[in-house]
């Protein structure tokens, strides 16, 4: 039976011939998220991209849908794996994101480490005013909670820079040459206190929400750097006020927030020692990231039409 093939990601003529010769007898519908139908979730064998929780859900709930596998652009997962059936094939494009959102958190982390935040602010205010010493990436501590694509690009990219790198994850302590140190998630706290980078990509999950919290900003240095990439549910947002207002830790730098979007009268934005970003560090800012993602799913669509091995298969009840 030929598939039906929706794709949701933005393609142009080369992209869509790279995907068409991957299944050439399948039928393609392209859309995104804001013109894709209900019908169009239904009918779909195969969907590639994020497509609207609440079409997805409603088709589930209805048992009105065809879908077999559902490769996201993403590398989060969020609420499609507690949704989607068991006998669905989840995959996410985790190995595209870590190239931009590496280089996005050396960024703000030379921006905290120099005070470079601090001169920005003084140079809005015409204030020609020295903001004291600043600290190195050389010889510092680094501790990396999640190290898959993303958090193990950081941390290359740190080693090279002269830190000591400590990685962090669920499972699996085989550690690469750019770790100096690995453990499981258990041994959060008394890592903490050796940290002057504490940086984090985690998916969301009911064992990384506010993994970060009042007890453990109190275990962290007062000079140390927190940075999060992954998702904003893994700090508690009024406990990182909290710590960033009264001094507890030198600054922190979010990409992702709780809640996110994050209100605009919400104490977080006029924290002197927090660098805010609109969950920007990936997605499509970076060409590449771009290309990354279409690889994979091009590859991935191959596989699947000839019965191969996927890659990036989410374990539902993991989350990741």
Same mark, same amino acid.
């Given at each position: 039976m030929s598939k039906n093939i929706l794709v949701l990601i933005p393609v142009d003529k080369k992209h869509k011939k790279l995907l068409e010769e991957k299944a050439p007898s399948a039928n393609f519908t392209?859309? #995104?998220?804001?013109?894709?139908?209900?019908?169009?979730?239904?009918?779909?064998?195969?969907?590639?991209?994020?497509?609207?929780?609440?079409?997805?859900? #409603?088709? @589930?709930?209805?048992?009105?849908?065809?879908?077999?596998?559902?490769?996201?652009?993403?590398?989060?997962?969020?609420?499609?794996?507690?949704?989607?059936?068991?006998n669905v094939i989840l995959t996410n494009a985790s190995g595209a994101y870590g190239l931009a959102i590496s280089e996005?958190?050396?960024?703000?982390?030379?921006?905290?480490? &120099?005070?470079?935040?601090?001169?920005? #602010?003084?140079?809005? +205010?015409?204030?020609?005013?020295?903001?004291?010493?600043? &600290?190195?990436?050389?010889?510092?501590?680094?501790?990396?909670? +999640?190290?898959? =694509?993303?958090? +193990? $690009?950081?941390?290359?990219?740190? &080693?090279?820079?002269? !830190?000591?790198?400590? +990685?962090?994850?669920?499972?699996?302590?085989?550690?690469? =040459?750019?770790?100096? $140190?690995?453990?499981?998630? $258990?041994h959060l706290s008394e890592l903490l206190p050796r940290a002057d980078i504490v940086a984090m990509s985690l998916p969301e999950t009911d064992l990384t929400k506010k993994i970060i919290n009042r007890e453990s900003l109190?275990?962290?240095?007062?000079? !140390?750097?927190?940075?999060?990439?992954?998702?904003?549910?893994? @700090?508690?947002?009024? !406990?990182?006020?909290?710590?960033?207002?009264?001094?507890?830790?030198?600054?922190?730098?979010?990409?992702?927030?709780?809640?996110?979007p994050l209100p605009k009268d919400h104490r977080l934005w006029k924290i002197k020692n927090a660098v805010i970003t609109p969950h920007v560090s990936g997605g499509y800012s970076l060409q590449e990231t771009y290309e990354r993602i279409v690889r994979i799913c091009a590859n991935n669509l191959e596989a699947y039409v000839n019965g191969n091995k996927l890659v990036n298969v989410v374990n539902k009840s993991e989350g990741y």
């Open positions: 392209y859309a #995104d998220g804001r013109s894709v139908s209900s019908a169009q979730i239904q009918e779909a064998h195969i969907i590639i991209g994020n497509p609207p929780l609440n079409m997805l859900k #409603d088709s @589930i709930s209805k048992s009105s849908i065809n879908l077999e596998w559902l490769q996201l652009q993403s590398a989060g997962v969020d609420k499609y794996a507690q949704i989607l059936p068991e996005y958190m050396l960024g703000v982390l030379l921006m905290l480490l &120099k005070k470079l935040h601090l001169y920005r #602010d003084n140079q809005l +205010g015409a204030k020609w005013a020295y903001e004291g010493q600043v &600290k190195s990436i050389y010889n510092s501590t680094a501790l990396i909670i +999640g190290v898959g =694509d993303i958090g +193990g $690009e950081f941390a290359k990219k740190l &080693k090279a820079l002269g !830190a000591y790198t400590i +990685g962090m994850r669920r499972k699996n302590l085989n550690k690469p =040459d750019y770790l100096d $140190e690995l453990y499981t998630m $258990e109190k275990l962290m240095k007062k000079d !140390a750097v927190l940075i999060n990439v992954g998702r904003g549910s893994a @700090i508690d947002t009024d !406990a990182l006020c909290d710590a960033l207002e009264n001094g507890q830790i030198l600054g922190a730098a979010l990409d992702v927030t709780d809640p996110e």
